[in-house]
C-alpha cells in the first residue's frame, strides 16, 4: 500500500521556467511533510518541509504548498537551474513515537539549459 | 563538523555471506534510522534506534537482519546469509532528537549480493 505517491516518474523543464512536482497522500494522520534532493551515488538532502497547520511555506525559490482536502502537496522551484537537476522525493511523517518518514518513489527533474 | 558517516560505500557479497554495514552519527546525534532504497522505488523505513535500544523495528525483515546501536561506536546494521533481493541502497540518517526536521542523511551503503 503506497501511501505516498508521485505519480510523475520524470520532468523536463527549460532553465529559468517553473518546475512544479506533485506529491498525494493516503493517510490523514500525516502531520509533516518534506521534500529531499537526491544526486546519484549521495543520500537524500533535506530541501524544505511544512507542517499540517500550514498551506504554504517558502525558501527562496523553492514553495511548497499543502492542501489537506485532496491530500495533495506541490513543490515549486522558480526559477529552475540546471544544478536542480536531480530526483525528487515527498516524504511525510505521521508523528507518534518513532517519526519515520514515508517516501515517495522520486521524480527526476531534469532542467535544460 | 562532519555529516553523517556510512561505510563502506560500496559491498559485494556473495549469496549466503554476512553483510555488516556500518553508521556513525553526526556529533550530538543520538538517534539513527536506517532506509533502505531497492531499484527504482523510493526509500522504506527500516529500523530506528538510540544508543542501546532498538525503539521501532516494524520495517526490518523478520529474517536475516538486524540493528544495533552500542553505546560506543557506530550503529551496524547486519544482514546474514544475503540473498540477491538485498541487493539494494542502504541509507542511515540520524537527528539530535526524534524528530523528522532534524534527520540528516549519509551518503549510503551500495550492496550488491552476487
Known amino acids: 500500500d503506497q501511501q505516498v505517491k508521485q505519480n510523475s516518474p520524470s520532468l523536463s523543464v527549460q532553465e529559468g521556467r517553473i518546475s512544479i512536482l506533485n506529491c498525494d497522500y493516503t493517510n490523514s494522520m500525516f502531520d509533516y511533510f518534506l521534500w529531499y534532493k537526491k544526486y546519484p551515488a549521495e543520500g537524500p538532502t533535506f530541501l524544505i518541509s511544512?507542517?499540517?497547520?500550514?498551506d504554504k511555506n517558502e525558501d527562496g525559490r523553492f514553495t511548497v504548498f499543502l492542501n489537506k482536502s485532496a491530500k495533495h502537496l506541490s513543490l515549486h522551484i522558480v526559477p529552475s537551474q540546471p544544478g536542480d537537476s536531480a530526483v525528487y522525493f515527498c516524504?511525510?511523517?505521521?508523528?507518534?513515537?518513532?517519526?519515520?518518514?514515508?517516501f515517495g518513489t522520486g521524480t527526476l527533474l531534469a532542467v535544460q539549459p | 563538523n562532519a555529516g553523517v558517516m556510512q561505510n563502506p560505500r560500496h559491498l559485494v557479497r556473495r549469496r549466503g555471506q554476512e553483510a555488516r554495514l556500518r553508521c556513525s552519527p553526526m556529533k550530538g546525534h543520538s538517534h539513527v534510522y536506517w532506509y533502505r532504497q531497492l531499484p527504482e522505488e523510493g526509500l522504506k523505513f527500516m529500523v530506528y534506534l538510540q544508543k542501546e535500544n532498538i525503539i521501532d523495528e516494524s520495517g526490518m525483515p523478520k529474517e536475516r537482519f538486524s540493528a544495533e546501536f552500542p553505546k560506543e561506536g557506530p550503529s551496524i546494521l547486519r544482514i546474514q546469509q544475503v540473498v540477491r533481493g538485498d541487493s539494494a541502497a542502504y541509507f542511515c540518517a540520524s537527528s539530535p532528537g526524534g524528530k523528522v526536521y532534524g534527520y540528516t542523511f549519509g551518503s549510503g551503503t551500495r550492496l550488491t549480493v552476487v
Open positions: 516524504a511525510a511523517s505521521g508523528g507518534g513515537a518513532t517519526n519515520k518518514l514515508i
Open positions: 511544512i507542517s499540517s497547520i500550514k
